[in-house]
Structure formats: structure tokens, C-alpha cells
């Protein structure tokens, strides 16, 4: 035996597992979309059909647009509570804050998102802690935020303000501060020094982050489930439903790969725009 | 002569330690100071105190007469190059070097004129468009001196701009930062720890050291006869004998030393305890057999080969203790453990007070 074969052979495993359990259900899922559900068989006949059916159908366009309208709101709520903070960790705070800060950053994620999700359902539901504190402050009579979109949209902001929080932190911690020295010693007042100095050097970082953001919202099925009671449905819950009630493979497979093309699309936009800002 | 730069009484502490003690300092406007020290002597301190990045507790800093001590980094007259250069790594090079003036409300016509013509000064004329990535370490440094002169500061000021540079180029950049400084008529104050710098670049040269200023004036008179043991010390190779005066006479004074007596020409300081310091290269190896009176008599220890010269290392058994260097053009130096004779002229030697230090 060639010497040149064993590490070949020790990629195999690792191969197998990819090709068995992503390549192949990929690639019967996209071969499935093409054909149309008839009782419990295939139809015949390749066909374009479950496509056409989603873009002539306002029930699937309204999910796509609810889908896109919550990632939007998500990713623009997130930045703007995201970046003051981790501009203020990063060029405000001692070592000591930052780390914590950062620590802080970490712990959802160390959390399951089912279990964060029923957690906010509870603080958001009539009796919880939400609606009590905003009761008993006279504020606004926060009761029925649960099972509402609203919800669904403070679930997913309380995630990824953490996720935005430490890719732009990471981008604004090596910024050189000698940069900020140079604008200031060179006439520029802070609203300079911020357009033209930081939020430039940062755009990297809030651009993976808000990539990400959207991304991730998009293809979530478990927060606006739990916690957006089924009203306003995204596309991820349309898919399951295709598929729990209407058992239509077919259909939830073509509403899957027009997910999948616009999250794709998104990250290679994303990608482009990360490495001209970086440049 | 107008001063364009004066401190006064500049003092800073930091927590428990004193930065920088009683700052006195005035320098000519259009001339180039060269504050030189290790580190920690608070060279940077005093550069940043300048140029407003730190405050100082107590003390005056003017620049042309005016008092701007309390004025933030962007409203005071000056400008910095900084020792990483902190150009802008997403801007061009004419956007570098006109971002000062845009930040000035400079239109761009006017902009890019200025920026064309600082650019050709520096010999960067045809990189205007180039990114910052895309230049050498003589070129970014180039392009820092442009960005921080096309605001025409009254003092730049220089962090440590060459440190990053190898050796040659930082011995033709000297060269270009001196005639860029005599073509633009601005003060300069440079920072460095690199003595041969300091000097090749320095109208006034401040030797700093633990916070104070141990001598200032013109490079060679400190060479010649330094204010301090510390300034004899640092800048230049030396030999420094410890004595005692025991004549004074117009014609020389007369120092006792571990050596015996020295005959000294330059004139003497109060007090009778004395530095005696003599430069390597004025140290002259008696020819043998002469009986002229020597300075030192001993033993070879070193020899190592300097390009124009000889440097050696000779010991002497009135002050083992004591290593002298003595620099000789011979082509063939004595050999290691060769005897020989030094001998100096009365005027090689200079004298320096010898009090708390």
C-alpha cells in the first residue's frame, strides 16, 4: 500500500457521516421538490409546480414576508441596542467590566434556546414578571405580550443583541488607539472621529454579526413557535406544518430551498461586503 | 528670537511615582529639539503633555507665546507623528494626508492641491492613490510626517518615528526629516533613545533622565562638556574618574584622582568634588620610550575593530576597578595584554560638579 493513501482513508469516516446524513437528505429533498404530492406517492412527472404554487399563493408570500419583516426587525433592534454597548466595553470600560461584560455576553448561549424560549414565555405571560413590573409602575399594561409577535421579537432581540454585541466588541477592541489620537490631534471632534474612524473600522464586525442575525432569524422554527402563538406564521413554521399536517414533503421541501437560496444569497452579499469594508 | 516652544515648571505623578519633575525648557521657533532618555525618563510624557493627550498637574506649556495648557489635542497648534504611524488603514494616501484639512473645513479643490503639493515634498507624489497596506516602512512614515505638516503646525511633534525602521533607512530618513524640518521652518520636537539620532538631528538636544532634564543646548557642547554625569554618560561613549580639586589657576586646575593628578584646562565648577571625564578619541597611546607625563599606564584587555578605528579596552592597576576606553586610527593596535602608556591634552579633559548624584 502507497503511503499516500492513509490520509484519505482517515477522512473517510468523517465523509461518510457527511455524505449520509447531509449530501444525500439534501439532495433527495431538493430532487423531491420538483415532484408533486399525489395521496401518499410521488407524481410522475418532474415538475416546477410546488415553486409556482409558492409564489402564486399570498398565504406562502405573506410568510415570506413575515419571515424577511422579522429578520429585518430583529437584526435593526439588535444593532441599535448592540453597538452602544459594545462601544462603550470597549473603549469605556476597565479590563475588569469587559470581561464581565463579555462573560455576561456568553451565558445565552450556554442556555437552550427551547428553554429560553418557555422562559420568556413565562416572564411575558398575564402573571409574569414583565407584565408585573409594567403593572405595578403604572407604565403600560404589558398583559398579553405573550403569544404575540411582539414576543417573539423580544425573544430573538435578548439573543442576538449578544451575538452583535461580541462580533462588533471584537472589531472595536482592535481598533489601535492611536488612530482615535491621530483624528483628534488632527482637528476632529468625536462625531468625526466616530464616522470616519470607528464606524468604518467596525463595519466588519457589524456586518458578520448582522449577517448572522438575519440568517439565524430567518431559519429559526423554535422561538416564534413558542412564543408567537401561531398567529403571524414565518416560514419556518409554514414548512412544518406542510409537513406535520399535510404530510407534502414536496411542498415543505421547495419552501426549505427558497429559505435556504435567501439565506445564501445573504451570506455571500455579506461575505463581499466584509472583505471590500476590511480592505 | 521668538519662542516657539516654552515649558515651564511642567511637574506629573502618577499614582506614586514622579513623572516628571520641574520642566524647564525654551526653544527657538524653527528649530529642531531632540528629546533623548530611556525609557521611562518621561520623554513621552512631556511629548504627549505638549501635544494635549495628557494634562500636566502643575507648569505652563506656550507655544509662540501662547498659553494653551488646557486646550484638548484638536485645538491646540500642534500636530503628531506617531511611533506606529496610526494611519488611517481604510483611506487612501491623499485621504490620510488630507484628513487634517478636511477636518479644517477645507473645500476639495483647495484639498487636493495641498495635499498634492505636501505629497510631492515628501517624494510621494505618485502613491496618492495607493492604500496604506500597499507602502513600505519608509513610505508610511513619509506619509505621517505629510499628514501631521499639511496642517502647518506650529510644533510637530515626533514619537519615536523612526524606531520601527532598520538601520540604513533610519540613517537616510534622519537626513530627510532634517531638510524636510529646515524647508518647512516649523519647530520640531522629536522623541528618540538612539543618541547618534539625537545628535545628527538636534539644534537643541535635551537629555532627559528619571523625570528631569540633565542637560540642554546644542549637541556638540554636550558631547564636548556635558552639565551631568548622566548626560556624560548616556550620549557617547566616556571614561569618568572621580577626584578632588586641589589647584585652581587661570592657566588650569589641578584634580587629584585615582590616577593621580589630572591637569585640566576647562574652567572649574564650585566645589571641590569633582567628575573628570575624557571621550575615547581624545586619548592618545604614548609612543614607547617617551617620557612625557602619561595619563594612564596598563594592560590591553580588548581590542575590537570599529571601521575607522580601534576601540580598546585597557585596565590599570592603580584602579583595577575601572576599565578606560581608548579609541587609536592605528592599523596595527597593540595586541591583548600589551603594556602601553595613554597620554591627553589638558583640553581633552572637561569637569562636571559632582553633587548629589
Known amino acids: 500500500m502507497r503511503k499516500g493513501l492513509w490520509p484519505t482513508l482517515y477522512l473517510f469516516p468523517a465523509s461518510a457521516l457527511f455524505v449520509l446524513f447531509f449530501v444525500l437528505p439534501l439532495a433527495a429533498m431538493i430532487w423531491m421538490s420538483f415532484y408533486q404530492q399525489q395521496g401518499f406517492v410521488l407524481g410522475t412527472e418532474a415538475t416546477l409546480a410546488n415553486y409556482l404554487n409558492f409564489f402564486s399563493k399570498p398565504y406562502y408570500l405573506q410568510a415570506l414576508w413575515n419571515s424577511l419583516w422579522m429578520g429585518m426587525v430583529v437584526t435593526g433592534i439588535s444593532l441599535l441596542i448592540a453597538y452602544p454597548l459594545a462601544y462603550i466595553l470597549s473603549f469605556h470600560a ?62 430573538f432581540v435578548h439573543f442576538f443583541v449578544m451575538l452583535l454585541s461580541l462580533t462588533i466588541f471584537s472589531s472595536l477592541v482592535r481598533i489601535p488607539r492611536s488612530y482615535i489620537r491621530a483624528a483628534q490631534d488632527l482637528g476632529a471632534g468625536w462625531p468625526s472621529v466616530f464616522t470616519r ?49 399535510q404530510g407534502n414533503f414536496p411542498m415543505a421541501g421547495a419552501i426549505n430551498l427558497v429559505l435556504m437560496a435567501i439565506s445564501i444569497a445573504v451570506t455571500l452579499i455579506a461575505n463581499r461586503a466584509i472583505s471590500k469594508a476590511s480592505r | ?113 495641498q495635499v498634492a503639493e505636501v505629497l510631492a515634498l515628501v517624494d510621494l507624489a505618485s502613491f496618492a492613490d495607493r492604500r496604506i497596506d500597499q ?70 538636544l535635551v537629555v532627559m533622565n528619571g523625570g528631569r532634564i540633565e542637560d540642554a543646548g546644542p549637541p556638540d557642547r554636550i558631547f564636548d562638556s556635558p552639565a551631568s554625569l548622566f548626560a556624560a554618560t548616556f550620549v557617547g561613549e566616556n571614561n569618568v574618574l572621580r577626584g578632588r580639586i586641589t589647584s585652581r589657576a587661570k592657566t588650569g586646575t589641578v584634580i587629584e584622582t585615582a590616577l593621580g593628578p589630572v591637569k585640566v584646562q576647562s574652567e572649574a565648577p564650585e566645589g571641590d568634588e569633582v567628575y573628570v571625564t575624557v571621550r575615547p578619541n581624545r586619548l592618545r597611546l604614548a609612543t614607547p ?59 581633552a579633559f572637561s569637569i562636571i560638579a559632582a553633587k548629589a548624584s
Not at chain 1, 119 to 130: E, H, I, T, Y
Not at chain 2, 313 to 331: I, L, Q
Open chain 1, 197 to 245: 474612524i470607528i464606524w468604518p473600522l467596525s463595519l466588519p464586525g457589524v456586518i458578520a454579526g448582522v449577517m448572522l442575525t438575519f440568517v439565524l432569524t430567518l431559519g429559526d422554527y423554535v422561538t416564534p413557535q413558542i412564543l408567537g402563538g401561531g398567529k403571524e406564521l414565518v416560514l419556518t413554521q409554514v414548512i412544518m406544518l406542510q409537513v406535520q399536517r
Open chain 2, 289 to 347: 620610550g617617551s617620557r612625557a607625563k602619561h595619563f594612564l599606564r596598563g594592560t590591553v584587555e580588548e581590542v575590537t575593530f570599529l571601521g575607522t578605528y580601534y576601540g580598546l579596552r585597557v585596565r590599570t592597576e592603580v584602579a583595577p576597578d575601572m576599565a578606560f576606553h581608548v579609541h587609536s586610527d592605528d592599523r596595527t593596535p597593540p595586541e591583548p595584554g600589551a603594556e602601553i602608556a595613554v597620554t591627553a591634552e589638558p583640553s
Open chain 2, 1 to 113: 528670537m521668538s519662542r516657539g516652544l516654552h515649558l515651564q515648571g511642567i511637574e506629573k505623578r502618577l499614582g506614586q511615582q514622579d513623572v516628571l519633575r520641574g520642566i524647564d525648557l525654551t526653544a527657538a521657533s524653527g528649530s529642531y529639539v531632540v528629546l533623548l532618555g530611556p525609557s521611562g525618563s518621561g520623554k513621552t510624557t512631556l511629548l504627549n503633555i505638549v501635544a494635549g493627550f495628557e494634562e500636566a498637574d502643575q507648569g505652563l506649556v506656550m507655544i509662540d507665546d501662547e498659553d494653551v495648557g488646557g486646550l484638548p489635542p484638536r485645538l491646540r497648534p500642534t500636530a503628531t507623528v506617531f511611533q506606529d504611524y496610526a494611519l488611517f488603514p481604510h483611506m487612501s494616501v491623499a485621504d490620510n494626508v488630507g484628513f487634517g484639512l478636511r477636518m479644517h473645513g477645507l473645500g476639495k479643490a483647495e484639498r487636493d492641491r
Open chain 2, 135 to 204: 507602502l513600505s516602512g519608509g513610505q508610511r512614515q513619509r506619509v505621517a510626517v505629510a499628514r501631521s505638516l499639511v496642517v502647518r503646525p506650529k510644533v510637530l511633534l515626533l514619537d519615536e518615528p523612526l524606531g520601527a525602521l532598520d538601520l540604513s533607512l533610519r540613517r537616510q530618513m534622519q537626513r530627510e526629516l532634517r531638510i524636510l524640518q529646515k524647508k518647512s521652518g516649523t519647530t520640531f520636537l522629536h522623541v528618540t533613545h538612539d543618541q547618534e539620532e539625537a545628535m545628527s538631528l538636534a539644534d537643541l
Open chain 1, 94 to 155: 476597565s479590563a475588569t467590566w469587559q470581561r464581565i461584560g463579555i462573560m455576561v455576553c456568553m451565558l445565552p448561549f450556554w442556555t437552550s434556546y427551547v428553554v429560553r424560549s418557555y422562559s420568556w414565555l413565562l416572564a411575558l405571560s398575564n402573571n409574569g414578571v414583565v407584565s408585573q413590573a409594567a403593572d405595578s409602575i403604572g407604565f403600560f399594561p404589558a398583559v398579553g405580550l405573550a403569544n404575540t409577535t411582539a414576543a417573539t421579537i423580544i425573544g
